[in-house]
Protein backbone atom coordinates (compact mmCIF):
# COMPACT_ATOMS: atom_id res chain seq x y z
CA UNK A 1 0.00 0.00 0.00
CA UNK A 2 1.34 3.60 -1.27
CA UNK A 3 2.12 6.16 1.89
CA UNK A 4 0.84 9.51 1.20
CA UNK A 5 2.56 12.09 3.40
CA UNK A 6 1.20 15.76 3.63
CA UNK A 7 4.20 18.12 5.13
CA UNK A 8 3.23 21.88 6.00
CA UNK A 9 6.66 23.44 7.54
CA UNK A 10 10.15 23.97 6.87
CA UNK A 11 13.93 23.28 8.62
CA UNK A 12 17.13 23.02 6.94
CA UNK A 13 19.51 21.59 4.10
CA UNK A 14 20.03 19.42 -0.06
CA UNK A 15 19.79 20.93 -3.35
CA UNK A 16 16.73 20.30 -5.43
CA UNK A 17 18.17 22.48 -7.89
CA UNK A 18 19.25 21.04 -10.99
CA UNK A 19 23.17 21.76 -11.75
CA UNK A 20 25.29 21.51 -14.69
CA UNK A 21 28.58 20.15 -13.07
CA UNK A 22 30.50 16.86 -14.34
CA UNK A 23 28.92 14.08 -16.27
CA UNK A 24 29.84 10.70 -17.65
CA UNK A 25 30.31 12.55 -21.06
CA UNK A 26 33.59 13.89 -19.73
CA UNK A 27 35.43 11.00 -19.67
CA UNK A 28 35.81 9.16 -15.91
CA UNK A 29 37.44 5.93 -16.34
CA UNK A 30 40.16 4.70 -18.40
CA UNK A 31 40.41 1.94 -21.48
CA UNK A 32 42.06 -0.15 -19.07
CA UNK A 33 39.89 0.41 -16.11
CA UNK A 34 37.56 -0.93 -18.51
CA UNK A 35 39.03 -3.90 -19.50
CA UNK A 36 39.46 -4.88 -16.05
CA UNK A 37 35.89 -4.62 -14.91
CA UNK A 38 35.06 -6.94 -18.15
CA UNK A 39 37.22 -9.59 -16.74
CA UNK A 40 35.38 -9.22 -13.33
CA UNK A 41 31.90 -8.52 -14.91
CA UNK A 42 32.55 -12.10 -17.11
CA UNK A 43 33.41 -14.10 -13.72
CA UNK A 44 30.52 -12.57 -11.57
CA UNK A 45 27.95 -11.02 -13.39
CA UNK A 46 27.45 -12.40 -16.79
CA UNK A 47 25.44 -15.56 -15.09
CA UNK A 48 22.71 -13.18 -14.08
CA UNK A 49 22.63 -10.04 -16.89
CA UNK A 50 24.21 -12.05 -19.75
CA UNK A 51 27.62 -12.24 -21.12
CA UNK A 52 26.83 -8.88 -23.58
CA UNK A 53 25.24 -7.33 -20.51
CA UNK A 54 21.86 -7.80 -22.40
CA UNK A 55 19.92 -9.52 -19.48
CA UNK A 56 19.62 -13.19 -18.74
CA UNK A 57 18.08 -14.43 -15.22
CA UNK A 58 18.35 -10.56 -14.51
CA UNK A 59 17.15 -7.26 -16.38
CA UNK A 60 20.04 -5.85 -18.59
CA UNK A 61 23.09 -2.87 -17.89
CA UNK A 62 22.84 -1.77 -20.67
CA UNK A 63 20.10 0.25 -23.21
CA UNK A 64 17.73 2.56 -22.82
CA UNK A 65 15.45 0.86 -20.50
CA UNK A 66 18.61 0.78 -18.06
CA UNK A 67 19.34 4.40 -18.52
CA UNK A 68 16.18 5.77 -17.95
CA UNK A 69 16.16 3.43 -14.11
CA UNK A 70 19.44 5.50 -13.49
CA UNK A 71 20.09 8.98 -15.77
CA UNK A 72 20.21 12.33 -14.48
CA UNK A 73 21.13 10.69 -11.09
CA UNK A 74 24.56 10.41 -9.57
CA UNK A 75 26.76 7.52 -9.75
CA UNK A 76 26.82 6.48 -6.63
CA UNK A 77 23.47 5.46 -6.07
CA UNK A 78 23.94 3.25 -9.29
CA UNK A 79 27.91 2.31 -7.40
CA UNK A 80 25.69 1.68 -4.17
CA UNK A 81 22.88 -0.84 -5.86
CA UNK A 82 26.03 -2.73 -7.40
CA UNK A 83 28.10 -3.00 -4.47
CA UNK A 84 25.37 -3.70 -2.08
CA UNK A 85 23.40 -6.53 -4.71
CA UNK A 86 25.94 -8.32 -7.15
CA UNK A 87 27.22 -10.97 -7.40
CA UNK A 88 23.66 -12.66 -6.45
CA UNK A 89 25.58 -15.43 -5.03
CA UNK A 90 27.50 -13.36 -2.85
CA UNK A 91 26.74 -9.47 -2.31
CA UNK A 92 29.02 -6.91 -1.33
CA UNK A 93 31.92 -9.49 -1.18
CA UNK A 94 34.16 -8.34 -4.05
CA UNK A 95 36.61 -5.64 -3.36
CA UNK A 96 35.42 -1.60 -3.58
CA UNK A 97 38.13 -1.63 -6.69
CA UNK A 98 36.55 -4.50 -8.40
CA UNK A 99 33.00 -2.89 -8.22
CA UNK A 100 34.43 0.45 -9.69
CA UNK A 101 36.06 -1.58 -12.59
CA UNK A 102 32.83 -3.43 -13.01
CA UNK A 103 31.15 0.11 -13.43
CA UNK A 104 33.61 1.43 -15.40
CA UNK A 105 32.73 -1.36 -17.89
CA UNK A 106 28.98 -0.67 -17.68
CA UNK A 107 29.83 2.60 -18.92
CA UNK A 108 31.64 1.30 -21.95
CA UNK A 109 29.19 -0.72 -22.73
CA UNK A 110 26.44 2.18 -23.41
CA UNK A 111 28.70 3.94 -25.34
CA UNK A 112 30.11 6.66 -22.77
CA UNK A 113 33.71 7.70 -23.26
CA UNK A 114 36.83 6.77 -21.48
CA UNK A 115 38.91 9.52 -20.00
CA UNK A 116 42.52 9.31 -18.95
CA UNK A 117 41.84 9.21 -15.13
CA UNK A 118 40.38 6.06 -13.40
CA UNK A 119 37.13 6.46 -11.75
CA UNK A 120 37.52 7.07 -8.04
CA UNK A 121 34.84 6.38 -5.16
CA UNK A 122 35.61 10.23 -4.35
CA UNK A 123 34.23 11.16 -7.74
CA UNK A 124 30.87 9.40 -7.82
CA UNK A 125 28.99 11.80 -5.60
CA UNK A 126 29.80 14.39 -8.05
CA UNK A 127 29.12 12.51 -11.37
CA UNK A 128 26.12 12.43 -13.04
CA UNK A 129 25.25 9.73 -15.33
CA UNK A 130 23.46 10.68 -19.00
CA UNK A 131 23.01 8.95 -21.79
CA UNK A 132 25.35 9.18 -24.77
CA UNK A 133 23.38 12.28 -25.57
CA UNK A 134 23.68 14.19 -22.99
CA UNK A 135 21.26 15.39 -20.37
CA UNK A 136 17.48 14.84 -21.25
CA UNK A 137 14.08 15.23 -19.40
CA UNK A 138 13.77 12.33 -17.25
CA UNK A 139 10.64 9.65 -18.63
CA UNK A 140 7.48 8.33 -17.93
CA UNK A 141 7.16 7.08 -14.90
CA UNK A 142 10.29 8.22 -13.17
CA UNK A 143 9.48 9.12 -9.33
CA UNK A 144 10.40 13.12 -9.38
CA UNK A 145 10.51 15.69 -7.10
CA UNK A 146 9.43 19.30 -8.70
CA UNK A 147 9.08 23.03 -7.27
CA UNK A 148 6.66 24.82 -8.34
CA UNK A 149 3.53 27.60 -7.61
CA UNK A 150 -0.30 25.09 -6.38
CA UNK A 151 -2.48 27.17 -8.59
CA UNK A 152 -6.32 25.04 -8.53
CA UNK A 153 -8.42 26.59 -11.72
CA UNK A 154 -11.44 27.34 -11.35
CA UNK A 155 -12.54 23.93 -12.56
CA UNK A 156 -11.24 22.33 -9.65
CA UNK A 157 -8.03 21.05 -11.72
CA UNK A 158 -5.55 21.03 -10.02
CA UNK A 159 -2.26 22.44 -11.42
CA UNK A 160 1.63 22.79 -10.33
CA UNK A 161 2.42 26.69 -12.36
CA UNK A 162 5.85 28.04 -12.76
CA UNK A 163 7.74 24.53 -11.62
CA UNK A 164 11.10 23.85 -12.56
CA UNK A 165 12.19 20.83 -14.36
CA UNK A 166 11.39 17.32 -12.29
CA UNK A 167 14.47 16.05 -10.61
CA UNK A 168 14.95 11.86 -9.59
CA UNK A 169 14.19 11.53 -6.41
CA UNK A 170 14.36 7.73 -5.02
CA UNK A 171 11.74 8.46 -1.60
CA UNK A 172 8.36 9.98 -3.30
CA UNK A 173 6.37 8.67 -0.36
CA UNK A 174 7.76 11.55 2.23
CA UNK A 175 8.98 14.93 2.22
CA UNK A 176 11.73 16.33 4.45
CA UNK A 177 11.66 19.60 6.31
CA UNK A 178 15.34 19.88 4.51
CA UNK A 179 13.87 19.72 1.66
CA UNK A 180 11.30 22.26 1.96
CA UNK A 181 13.66 24.42 2.87
CA UNK A 182 15.70 23.77 -0.10
CA UNK A 183 12.75 24.10 -1.92
CA UNK A 184 11.87 27.75 -0.85
CA UNK A 185 15.38 29.37 -1.76
CA UNK A 186 15.14 27.81 -5.45
CA UNK A 187 13.82 30.02 -7.80
CA UNK A 188 10.49 28.90 -9.87
CA UNK A 189 10.74 27.79 -13.11
CA UNK A 190 8.35 28.05 -16.09
CA UNK A 191 6.75 24.57 -16.90
CA UNK A 192 3.31 23.56 -15.62
CA UNK A 193 1.46 19.99 -14.23
CA UNK A 194 -1.54 18.72 -13.68
CA UNK A 195 -1.46 17.51 -10.30
CA UNK A 196 -3.24 13.74 -9.52
CA UNK A 197 -4.13 12.29 -6.26
CA UNK A 198 -4.15 14.92 -4.12
CA UNK A 199 -7.74 13.91 -2.95
CA UNK A 200 -5.63 11.14 -1.46
CA UNK A 201 -3.43 13.17 0.77
CA UNK A 202 -4.82 13.46 4.40
CA UNK A 203 -6.73 16.38 5.57
CA UNK A 204 -5.86 17.92 2.15
CA UNK A 205 -7.92 21.05 1.56
CA UNK A 206 -6.73 23.09 -2.03
CA UNK A 207 -7.21 26.36 -0.99
CA UNK A 208 -5.11 26.37 2.37
CA UNK A 209 -2.09 26.01 -0.19
CA UNK A 210 -3.38 28.29 -3.39
CA UNK A 211 -0.72 31.00 -4.10
CA UNK A 212 1.93 29.23 -2.40
CA UNK A 213 5.41 27.53 -3.84
CA UNK A 214 5.42 23.82 -2.74
CA UNK A 215 7.81 20.96 -3.19
CA UNK A 216 5.42 17.91 -5.12
CA UNK A 217 6.98 14.21 -5.21
CA UNK A 218 5.36 11.57 -7.35
CA UNK A 219 4.98 9.43 -10.58
CA UNK A 220 5.54 11.45 -13.76
CA UNK A 221 3.29 10.94 -16.51
CA UNK A 222 4.44 12.13 -19.81
CA UNK A 223 2.24 13.12 -22.65
CA UNK A 224 -0.74 15.46 -23.85
CA UNK A 225 -0.41 17.59 -20.68
CA UNK A 226 2.45 16.37 -18.43
CA UNK A 227 0.80 15.09 -15.00
CA UNK A 228 2.49 14.11 -11.49
CA UNK A 229 0.79 11.28 -9.66
CA UNK A 230 0.88 13.05 -6.49
CA UNK A 231 2.64 10.25 -3.81
CA UNK A 232 3.64 13.42 -0.97
CA UNK A 233 2.85 17.09 -1.04
CA UNK A 234 5.00 20.25 0.90
CA UNK A 235 4.55 23.60 1.14
CA UNK A 236 7.64 25.58 1.87
CA UNK A 237 5.74 28.12 3.42
CA UNK A 238 6.48 30.75 1.37
CA UNK A 239 4.78 32.53 -2.02
CA UNK A 240 4.69 32.12 -5.49
CA UNK A 241 6.43 35.81 -6.20
CA UNK A 242 9.95 35.13 -8.65
Partial sequence: MLRFTLILSAAALPALAQSGGRTVLDGVYTQAQAMRGEAQYQENCSGCHGETLDGRAMGALRGEKFLN????DSLDLLFNHIKTRMPARAPGSLSESVYLDVLAFILQANDLPAGSKELTAADLAG????GKDGPKPLATNTLVAVIGCFAPEPNKTRLLAAAREPVRTRNAAETTAEELKSAAENP?????????????LPNFNADTYQGHKVLVKGV???????????LSFGDTGTGCAR
Avoid: A, P
Fill in 127 to 130: TKLV
Fill in 220 to 230: LIRGGTDRINV
Fill in 188 to 200: LGSQSFRLQNLEE
Fill in 69 to 72: RWRE
